[in-house]
């Protein structure tokens, strides 16, 4: 994909909330392994991502980012090839936010994966 279909495309509705900066180690237990470990590096050691800046909740590296925490990188690499269109992948990734808000970890079972991979 080029850099001019990327940008074509709409970009992830983030409300800035910080939440998934601020238990980036929470969401190990979804990702796949070397996602996990990627992720755990990332831990500064006490959930929060070591490149949040809590003063503006933005983040230090956001032209650089990881993959895994850009909406559309994240929808190209795991749920296109899974066939899950970009906006539905977004309702995903929005429902991960809510339940990061709500409680400390996501789990497999936060979500009805079959349903979200049938449309």
């Not at 940008?7 to 180690?25: D, N």
């Not at 070591?50 to 003063?55: G, I, M, Y």
């Not at 503006?56 to 296109?80: M, S």
């Not at 992948?89 to 991979?117: H, N, P, S």
């Amino acid at each position: 994909m080029t850099k001019r279909q990327k940008e074509a495309l709409p970009k992830f509705p983030c409300k800035m909330c910080g939440v998934c900066c601020k238990k980036v180690f929470n969401q190990v237990p979804q990702a796949a392994p070397e996602t996990a470990r990627a992720i755990r590096k990332l831990d500064r050691g006490d959930g929060f991502c070591k490149h949040f800046d809590e003063e503006t909740n933005k983040c230090k590296i956001y032209q650089k980012r990881p993959w895994f925490c850009n909406g559309v990188e994240l929808w190209r690499r795991y749920y296109k090839p899974n066939g899950l269109p970009l906006e539905a992948a977004y309702a995903v990734m929005k429902r991960q936010c809510e339940v990061l808000a709500e409680k400390d970890t996501l789990e497999d079972d936060d979500f009805d994966w079959g349903t979200i991979f049938s449309k």
